[in-house]
């Protein structure tokens, strides 16, 4: 039993808005550009530089993050991100450098850093610095998922103290 005329339209008039729907944009027009004109300059070179080092020029995104550094020392954000890079090359010393500064910085605004620091105690088997940051970490959340997951993460390293 064939589709007769009417469903086959029917069909392909459906087809076609479920189409149009996935490629409209999903912000107001001019919201993005009003974003990216509303952060400051060392906000917006650190979004560049991200995206660089999570896309095709990541050596190039991390060089930009340093240059960052460089030029404005207080920037939490791009120390933040340049520390979850040094983690994930194997870098604990430079990443528990660059969560302490973030920390030292601003610790309300990245609370985060609290986690990864922890976690780059552990790495180090610094045990009871890894604890205690976990354990700062723990009272910023409210999350009951990520709690439970660090108190995981406490456990096992209580039970290797």
Do not use: C
């Not at 991390?62 to 340049?82: K, Q, S």
């Not at 890079?85 to 985060?112: C, H, M, T």
């Not at 609290?114 to 890894?130: H, I, K, V």
């Amino acid at each position: 039993m064939g589709l007769k005329k009417p469903q086959l339209l029917a069909l392909l008039g459906a087809l076609v808005v479920i189409v149009l729907l996935f490629m409209a944009p999903r912000t107001p027009a001019g919201k993005e550009a009003a974003e990216v004109r509303s952060m400051d300059p060392a906000q917006a070179k650190t979004q560049e530089a991200i995206a660089l080092v999570n896309g095709q020029d990541p050596m190039r995104g991390i060089m930009m993050l340093r240059e960052i550094v460089e030029e404005h020392p207080d920037n939490a954000e791009a120390h933040m991100h340049l520390g979850l890079f040094s983690i994930q090359s194997g870098q604990y010393d430079k990443a528990l450098a660059r969560f302490q500064k973030v920390l030292e910085l601003d610790s309300v605004g990245f609370p985060d850093a609290w986690f990864y620091l922890g976690r780059t105690y552990a790495t180090l088997d610094s045990t009871p610095q890894a604890i205690a940051s976990l354990k700062k970490y723990r009272t910023l959340t409210q999350d009951t998922a990520i709690i439970n997951g660090v108190d995981r993460f406490l456990l096992e390293l209580e039970n290797v103290k």
